[in-house]
C-alpha cells in the first residue's frame, strides 16, 4: 500500500515568489492534515480537511497560505507570497478517521531567500 | 491550553544500554497518545497508539506506557539503528496533533 507522497521534496524560492506544495494521502483516507516544522521549533498544525471540506484551519499563519482539496483526493498548500518565516517543513499526513493514527509523508523542505 | 513536554531533550546510550523516555501531557480528554520516530530528513513514523491509562504496546525493543499524566517510551537493549527522534502527541479539538519538542537518542555501539 503506497504511503502518503509529497512533492517537491525540496524547494528554494526568493522571497515574494508563490510556491505550490502537494500532498496525495493514502488511498481511502478521508481526514488530510497539512503541518509544519520551523527551525528549532516542534511541529505544528496547519489545517485539517475532511473528504474536500475544511475541518479546522486554526493553525493557517496568515492569508498568503491557501490550501485546496482536489475532490476529495489530493491536497495543496500555497503559499503567496512568500516570506523569509514560511521556511521549514511542511508534512502532509493522513488518517482513516478521527482520533486514530496518522501517517505523514517524507515532508517539503521549503527555503526562502 | 493543551501541551505536551518531552524529556530529556537528547539522550545518549550505548549499545544495550536500556532507558526509557518521557512524554508528560496536559489536555482537555485524553482521545488518545501517540509515538513516532522520526529520522534525519523524514517524516514522522508511526509506532503507537495508546488509550487508556494502563495500556501498554511493545514492538520489538520499544514498549510504550500510559498513566493519566504521562507516557513512557521505555528502550530495553537498545541497537545503534534506534537512534532517531522520538515524538509524543495528543490531539487537540478536531484531532490536530498537538507534539512535543521530541528526545533525539543516539546509540553507539
Known amino acids: 500500500e503506497a504511503g502518503v507522497t509529497q512533492f517537491p521534496s525540496h524547494s528554494v524560492i526568493e522571497k515574494g515568489q508563490t510556491v505550490t506544495l502537494r500532498c496525495d494521502p493514502i488511498s481511502g483516507h478521508d481526514n488530510l492534515y497539512w503541518y509544519r516544522r520551523v527551525m528549532g521549533k516542534e511541529i505544528k498544525f496547519l489545517l485539517h480537511f475532511v473528504k474536500e471540506s475544511k475541518q479546522d484551519e486554526s493553525g493557517m499563519p496568515n492569508n498568503r497560505f491557501l490550501a485546496e482539496r482536489t475532490g476529495g483526493t489530493y491536497s495543496t498548500l500555497k503559499v503567496q507570497p512568500a516570506e523569509l518565516e514560511d521556511s521549514g517543513v511542511y508534512f502532509c499526513?493522513?488518517?482513516?478517521?478521527?482520533?486514530?493514527?496518522?501517517?505523514f509523508g517524507q515532508g517539503t523542505r521549503l527555503t526562502v531567500v | 491550553e493543551d501541551q505536551v513536554t518531552q524529556s530529556p531533550e537528547a539522550l545518549r546510550l550505548q549499545e544495550g544500554e536500556s532507558s526509557s523516555l518521557n512524554c508528560s501531557y496536559t489536555v482537555s480528554g485524553l482521545r488518545g497518545l501517540f509515538w513516532y520516530r522520526q529520522d534525519p530528513g523524514k517524516g514522522p513514523e508511526f509506532l503507537f497508539t495508546?488509550?487508556?491509562a494502563g495500556e501498554e504496546k511493545e514492538k520489538e525493543r520499544l514498549k510504550a506506557t500510559l498513566t493519566k499524566k504521562e507516557s513512557f517510551l521505555h528502550i530495553t537493549a537498545p541497537k545503534p539503528e534506534d537512534s532517531a527522534t522520538y515524538l509524543c502527541?495528543?490531539?487537540?479539538?478536531?484531532?490536530?496533533?498537538?507534539f512535543g519538542a521530541g528526545t533525539r537518542l543516539a546509540v553507539h555501539p
Open positions: 495508546l488509550y487508556s
Open positions: 502527541a495528543v490531539p487537540g479539538i478536531y484531532n490536530k496533533l498537538i
Open positions: 499526513a493522513s488518517s482513516q478517521k478521527l482520533f486514530t493514527e496518522a501517517f
